[in-house]
């Protein structure tokens, strides 16, 4: 039974994926080091990829904020530019909704990276690119606190 229906909407544009690249779920699964129940859940919206969503993304050869959300990067910069040519009245309204989203894609994506052969990866210093992000947003928020330095 899907969780919600935000798991349904990514389980059918996992599902339409697969097909549009011509992909069985058993050969996904292969793919992905999952059972092939895994990736039936994952496309009915049961289960949400999340130990393997590097994977899929990969096998499915698309970003991971694609696979959560449904955005690339180039959504995002489209997305932003709209959010520009707004009033300053109408910015405030939408940024209410669109701030925490924002935070949580911008987070998500600084957590990988894509390697030379187009496989994307988790970040090592993940934790430290976002509290770097927050300082250049202005944003007073720490995802790992920093270490102090011993004096």
């Not at 590097?54 to 959300?69: D, I, Y």
């Not at 940024?95 to 989203?101: C, N, Q, Y």
């Amino acid at each position: 039974m899907p969780k919600s229906k935000n798991d349904v909407v990514r389980g059918k544009r996992i599902a339409a994926r697969r097909e549009h690249l011509g992909l069985s779920q058993k050969q996904l699964a292969d793919m992905c080091g999952v059972h092939v129940m895994t990736v039936s859940k994952w496309e009915t919206g049961a289960n949400a990829p999340s130990r393997q969503l590097t994977a899929l993304a990969n096998s499915l050869r698309v970003e991971p904020a694609w696979v959560q959300w449904g955005l690339n990067s180039q959504d995002v910069i489209m997305e932003a530019e709209k959010f520009e040519k707004l009033s300053e009245e109408e910015r405030v309204k939408r940024s209410k909704k669109l701030l925490p989203k924002l935070l949580e894609w911008l987070t998500f994506n600084a957590m990988y990276t894509k390697t030379a052969h187009g496989q994307y990866v988790i970040k090592d210093n993940f934790a430290s690119d976002v509290n770097e992000l927050f300082d250049q947003l202005g944003i007073g928020l720490e995802l790992v606190p920093k270490r102090k330095k011993s004096e």
